[in-house]
Nanobody, 115 residues
Framework: QVQLVESGGGLVQPGGSLRLSCVAS????????MNWYRQTPGKERELVAG????????NYADSVKGRFFISRDNAKNTVYLQMNSLKPEDTAVYYC????????WGQGTQVTVSS
């Protein structure tokens, strides 16, 4: 059974930091590109960051460049999203995504940036 389980979301003040984690199981994680998406009500899901299967290549949405950092630990089947200097506009549900032979999604974790 394929699972992507996100954790680490919550409420944080503007300027604060959070680290999201996503633990994968049920598929060959090391062969998959991993991504983080986010979505707010009434808007399409948008790609925030992605990382290649070997962790060498990363990419980021312009809105988060220099503030968010994606990494992965292939020994732990885990991908991370370090989010720094958070802004209210970063408030969203964040989803973990695996893309390769198939595509898988996590259930999402809420991030709220508010004072």
């Amino acid at each position: 059974q394929v699972q992507l389980v996100e954790s680490g979301g919550g409420l944080v003040q503007p300027g604060g930091s959070l680290r999201l984690s996503c633990v994968a199981s049920g598929f060959t994680y090391n062969n998959y590109r991993m991504n983080w998406y986010r979505q707010t009500p009434g808007k399409e899901r948008e790609l925030v960051a992605g990382i290649s299967s070997n962790g060498v290549i990363t990419n980021y949405a312009d809105s988060v460049k220099g503030r968010f950092f994606i990494s992965r630990d292939n020994a732990k089947n885990t991908v991370y999203l370090q989010m720094n200097s958070l802004k209210p506009e970063d408030t969203a549900v964040y989803y973990c995504n695996a893309r390769g032979y198939s595509t898988y999604w996590g259930q999402g974790t809420q991030v709220t940036v508010s004072s």
